[in-house]
């Protein structure tokens, strides 16, 4: 018998060490649809499933808020029929998941620049982004259109429009201030983000919030995804020092500093 076979997998570790808010690129569903000789809209179906993976294993973990790199602003290039079907595939889970999602307390958010979407699916997103559980166990995040650069120049052209109007001192500009108009503004940063798919990149999502994310990739095509990815990526995340710029001894939990 292998070791493998021998190893238990690593369970997921203590809430207390879980991210708060994880980012993910799901990539990989072309090749995972390739590989077996399918056309690639097929593991865009696939992975539509694997999201279901992720959103179950938040709300069993108690992680609040969950960013999904649905579509980049970039993604808009890509074929005419595979642009087409992740279309339908959007608008088909927008009208199948958004009320059993809302009964179980997620919250679905949008970020991007929705202003090439079909208008059906921009009105479905207003509609799912209304339904707010009593109880939000999980914030979720689409980003659909989205490019992080993108997102950093929406907000700089808000704070212009404020300064031109009067209402606001250049002077007055910092990280903050900026802060509170990027997309996820009022969520705290991204904890954690992950990479499915072998690439080694951020590829333009969250640019600014993932400023002090830690960084976790596998070869692991996304319509793969288990829980057992999930909880090795937590199980590496518990044991990261976060040290936000501070020393080693400045952050080790006997100083009562940041784990
Ligand atoms: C990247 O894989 C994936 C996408 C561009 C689309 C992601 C969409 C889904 C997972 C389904 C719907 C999800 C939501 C949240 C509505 P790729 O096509 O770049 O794969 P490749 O690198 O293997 O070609």
């Not at 499915?196 to 095509?221: K, M, P, V």
Request: glycine share 8%; with cysteine; aromatic share 8%.
């Amino acid at each position: 018998m292998s070791q493998a076979a021998t190893m238990p997998a690593p369970a997921a570790p203590p809430a207390a060490r879980l991210p708060r808010h994880l980012a993910v690129i799901m990539d990989g569903n072309g090749r995972w649809a390739q590989r077996r000789n399918r056309p690639r809209t097929l593991g865009h179906r696939a992975g539509a499933k694997a999201v279901q993976v992720c959103v179950d294993y938040c709300l069993a973990h108690g992680i609040g808020a969950l960013t999904l790199f649905a579509f980049s602003s970039e993604n808009w290039n890509r074929p005419e029929d595979e642009v087409g079907a992740l279309m339908k595939l959007f608008l088909r889970m927008l009208d199948s998941e958004v009320d059993e999602l809302h009964r179980r307390g997620v919250h679905l958010g949008f970020i991007g620049d929705r202003s090439g979407f079909p208008d059906t699916i921009r009105e479905r997103m207003r509609q799912a982004e209304r339904q707010v559980p009593a109880d939000v166990r999980l914030a979720l995040n689409i980003a659909v259109g989205y490019g992080g650069r993108w997102d950093i120049a929406q907000a700089c052209r808000s704070l212009a429009e404020d300064v031109a109007a009067g209402r606001l001192a250049p002077a007055d500009i910092d990280e903050t201030r900026l802060g509170e108009r990027l997309s996820l503004a009022g969520q705290p940063a991204p904890d954690l983000f992950i990479r499915t798919g072998g690439d080694l990149r951020i590829s333009n999502f969250l640019l600014w919030q993932l400023a002090y994310t830690e960084l976790w990739f596998t070869e692991t095509l996304w319509p793969d995804l288990d829980d057992s990815v999930l909880d090795a990526a937590m199980v590496d995340f518990a044991e990261r020092e976060r040290r936000f710029g501070l020393t080693s001894a400045q952050v080790a939990p006997a100083a009562g500093g940041v784990a």
